[in-house]
């Protein structure tokens, strides 16, 4: 199929995804014409114009505080989990009596579903950014550690031995040699770990939190204002598609021979 | 056994033979299981010694232990680069290494590759990062890419200087891994099988690199200066062995270890350590010339059947006193 036939179908099931939801939305109002749950296109512009309005008694603006609350939290918990798994993947791969302590109690935290042991965590963090660092870290922790950890026991031994060969000192073979060659693996890691880490998030935030996609979108369901949740989840998916392309952009910058097809 | 125990060995030119690796009756086993035993020969500067054996026979093993990857259970290994001898503890810079596969590696071009050792060897992780600042680095690097990029035109190879690995065919990636090992200039090269993956004509274009450096040998002889190369070949192809070499060493577990009193296969040994004869680079192969040699060889090391004595047939050096071959271990 030529690429433009591709890109002709994919928009036809967006454009027919939308007609549905019209066509629904008019049938819903024929019934009941005060009707909030299925919002009509015009109800829906007043919602999205509530998002972006400032509030009259402090002057912000839900979309900006929301944003920046939990972009912060997500950049925060996947900031050191990233780094906690980097740090145990890396020694689990390099020295035996590491992998020796900490694989057995990564696979069995690795089972334990992080939104189970939210009371866990509002004990031992409270319910500040802190709390949210936590949670998300401890939910990416396992699976990051994991692939680095296996990455490098993937590696040849005869690459290591040459590098010795060549004259490289143990801290050399880590980062000049053991990095560089996981590291897109370790980028496709943490792309596909963005979805659980906002599953994580949004969870904590629907319970605890008072400002945030998660506290926004439970509160306007309580009103029953769909016209403000179905944007915010619309917001959702746009930001999950930045995410994914911009570490796709990453991937391609940082290591330009694995976009081109190279093999690790 | 056969040694160059009688030395200094002079060649009629007048100068001597240098003995640059010993190894003397090394033996190598891990955990219970034998793999080597009583191994001892001695290797000449600028020499090119074919190592033949069937496979999972310990060849790999000998040359880890020359590499300094792996140390042997009993026995020395060492090396005699200028008139001192020196034992090998680990791997160093002095010996190259390529293998026949995961050789270079994939998030560098080839220049890059090539550059690597000079990068690793030369300078440390604080240093570059420190030279960074100061501007340093990226000058020393603007060098090491160039003489990297010298050395891949000199082998053929200017149009994959900035291509990545698996962007290469079978034969330039051995040729840029070659490189790699060449920039370090290492008194010793362990080629471990190199060419096994490769298609005939290319292991043929590869085989005839290999004598070009040789040559450069000769010529370096001749001028009263040491040899630049001195490489080991293992390999499991009788003919390459021959046409490379200027010597053969054969490898194998069959050999009369009843007689000297063991129960079990101690561990394979050098059964077989003879002259080969010396090609140019732009000779023909010619079989004719090797074709006893090869019959030969393949009874001796590859054969399970006969039991070798291994001193009837290790005989290099007895060979190179009664001036038998050519070579850089003979008159030049």
């Known amino acids: 199929m030529s690429r433009k036939a591709t890109w002709v179908i994919g928009t036809a099931s967006i454009l027919l995804l939308l007609a549905l939801y019209t066509r629904l939305s008019i049938h819903q109002h024929m019934i009941n014409p005060t009707d909030t749950t299925i919002p009509t296109w015009m109800q829906m512009s007043e919602g999205i114009s509530k998002i972006f309005a400032a509030q009259p008694r402090t002057g912000d603006r839900w979309i900006v505080e929301d944003v920046l609350a939990t972009l912060s939290r997500l950049g925060f918990g996947l900031g050191i989990g990233v780094f906690i798994a980097f740090a145990l993947g890396m020694s689990m791969g390099v020295w035996r009596w590491m992998e020796a302590f900490f694989l057995p109690i990564l696979s069995l935290f690795a089972k334990i579903p992080p939104t189970a042991m ?55 073979i880590i980062f000049c040699i053991m990095f560089p060659q996981i590291l897109p693996k370790l980028l496709d890691a943490i792309r596909l770990q963005i979805g659980p880490a906002m599953v ?14 998660g506290y926004r979108i439970r509160l306007q369901s309580r009103l029953l204002n769909m016209n403000v949740v179905y944007p915010y989840l619309a917001y959702l998916a746009l930001f999950g598609f930045g995410m994914d392309m911009g570490m796709r952009w990453i991937q391609c910058k940082l290591c330009p021979w694995y976009a081109k097809g190279g093999v690790s | 056994m056969d040694s160059m125990q009688a ?7 007048g100068c001597l033979v240098k003995p640059i690796l010993t190894v003397s009756n090394a033996s190598f086993q891990v955990r219970k299981q034998h793999i080597l035993h009583g191994v001892d020969f001695t290797i000449g500067r600028g020499q090119i010694v074919g190592v033949l054996g069937a496979s999972g026979c310990g060849k790999t093993s000998l040359l880890n232990l020359i590499a300094g990857i792996t140390r042997s259970t009993s026995g020395i290994v060492s090396v005699n680069y200028d008139g001192q001898e020196t034992e090998i503890v680990g791997p160093g810079p002095d010996r190259g290494i390529v293998y026949q596969a995961y050789g270079l590696y994939p998030f560098l071009t080839s220049v890059e590759n090539v550059a690597f050792g000079l990068k690793l060897h030369l300078t440390t992780i604080p240093r570059r990062m420190w030279g960074q600042v100061t501007g340093f680095w990226r000058r020393l690097r603007r060098e090491h890419l160039k003489h990297a990029e010298e050395l891949l035109v000199r082998f053929g190879l200017g149009d994959a200087v900035h291509k990545y690995p698996h962007e290469l065919s079978g034969g330039m990636r051995q040729r840029v891994a070659i490189a790699q090992a060449l920039i370090m200039k290492p008194q010793i ?52 062995a021959i046409f490379v070499g200027d010597r053969v060493m054969g490898l194998s577990r069959h050999w009369n270890w009843e007689e000297q009193g063991f129960s079990s296969c101690p561990g394979a040994t050098v059964v077989y350590d003879k002259v080969a004869p010396v090609f140019n680079s732009t000779d023909s192969v010619d079989f004719e010339k090797f074709f006893g040699q090869k019959n030969e060889i393949a009874q001796l090391v590859f054969d399970e059947k006969v039991r070798v004595r291994p001193q009837d047939h290790c005989t290099f050096w007895s060979q190179v006193r009664v001036n038998h071959g050519h070579g850089v271990t003979h008159d030049v």
Not at chain 1, 200 to 212: C, R
């Open chain 2, 7 to 13: 030395l200094p060995l002079v060649r009629k030119g």
């Open chain 1, 200 to 213: 994580f998030l949004i969870a904590a935030e629907v319970l605890v939190g008072d400002v945030g996609f």
């Open chain 2, 189 to 240: 090269l362990l080629l471990d099988e190199p060419f096994g993956a490769l298609d005939e004509a290319t292991r043929e274009d590869l085989q005839r690199m290999l004598l070009v450096l040789y040559e450069e040998n000769i010529q370096a002889v001749g001028q009263g200066k040491p040899a630049p190369h001195t490489i080991l070949l293992v390999t499991h192809a009788i003919s390459e």
């Open chain 1, 118 to 172: 939210m009371a866990v965590f509002f004990t031992l963090f409270g319910t500040e950014l802190k709390m949210y660092g936590a949670i998300i870290a401890f939910g990416v922790i396992p699976t990051l550690a994991q692939t680095i950890y296996l990455g490098l026991k993937d590696i040849a031994e005869e690459r290591i031995d040459k590098a010795r060969t060549l004259g490289a000192s143990t801290t050399e």
